[in-house]
DNA sequence: CTGCCTGCAAAGGATTTGCACTCAT
DNA sequence: ATGAGTGCAAATCCTTTGCAGGCAG
């Protein structure tokens, strides 16, 4: 027998369960669409997957059909503000979203920095240290503190080379 | 009396007038739109802003009201393509253009790198080497060429802190 | 109950495209 | 003359918003 899709399952990975309690926790509503969206980044998280609003959007369709498009949108701009989701503007293109980072070791602060390559379209993960020497230096020189994970950096990955 | 708009100036800098050489080079057509086009990217150039195709549209509308707005999109496009104009997509919201850095030194290839601040929009120009470290890294690692001109690294300014 | 969230539809900004025409070469 | 460039309008893509009703707390 199947469980049902709109409350917390059996199958919910730790990750999922943390981030609905902080959620919670930040006197946000916890609601069938926010489940939703929580459970497609929680499983895209797995494979790896960098997700837009509109993938998103449509793989929530599948286990909740009566979610608004509009509403995705908006439960990732809540999700995003309070700092469970976190979402990178690519190149010109559409932004995409993951379950922000949880930190193992509390001493550096970011999650994890990314590429695209402007041919294929796909998009790396990489270490958040790499760019740790030009936030030093933005920092030092112009006073400017840099968000390491909020944009992507272009590029031409091996494959397209 | 004033000087004709759609063609050459005797005020037209050194730097425009490569870019034109450069661009009826590449076979492409010298047309009033571009013309003024880039006029408008070189004066921007002087003042260090960067300017969104649209404000470059109603720039280039004061000088040549004829120029359609898809017209400036068409001709970015091929300035771009053919490498006299660089764009550099900023986090979200539109891209912006100017002149393509002209190298002093042939040795390094590349033009400034970008960051702007979230809070207050402002895009601050830095020199290319900064990135010199991140891009090294990504190609021992991922095999990854990083474009460091063209996107924009997102964080706070200062004066937003 | 109360108001945070939602569904819907419609607007919005940025950019692109189809088409016929025009002008740089 | 000939096709690269253009003007125009409409389409596209991604996202936001106004409003009335609905469900989480």
């Known amino acids: 027998m199947p469980e049902r899709e709109d409350g917390p399952r059996s199958g919910d990975s730790p990750r ?15 609601t069938p669409a926010r489940y939703a969206v929580l459970r497609v980044l929680d499983a895209a998280d797995r494979s ?3 997700l837009t609003a509109e993938q998103i959007g449509s793989r929530v369709a599948e286990a909740e059909p009566s ?9 990732l701009a809540s999700l995003v503000e309070v700092g469970v989701v976190s979402h990178v503007h690519l190149g010109g293109s559409a932004a995409v979203y993951h379950l922000t980072d949880e930190r193992p070791s509390p001493a550096t602060a ?51 080379t």
Chains 1, 2 share one sequence.
Do not use: K, M, N
């Open 48 to 50: 790896d997957e960098h």
């Open 110 to 160: 970011l999650g994890h920095a990314h590429v695209q390559c402007s041919s294929c379209g796909r998009v790396i993960d990489v270490p958040p240290d790499i760019l740790e020497p030009v936030a030093a230096r933005l920092r030092d020189e112009l006073g400017f503190r840099l968000a390491t994970t909020h944009a992507a950096l272009l590029g031409t990955c091996r494959d397209c």
């Open 67 to 75: 979610v608004h498009r509009a509403t995705v949108y908006r439960s």
């Open 16 to 30: 999922l369960v943390r981030a609905v309690a902080r959620l919670r926790s930040s006197g946000e509503r916890i």
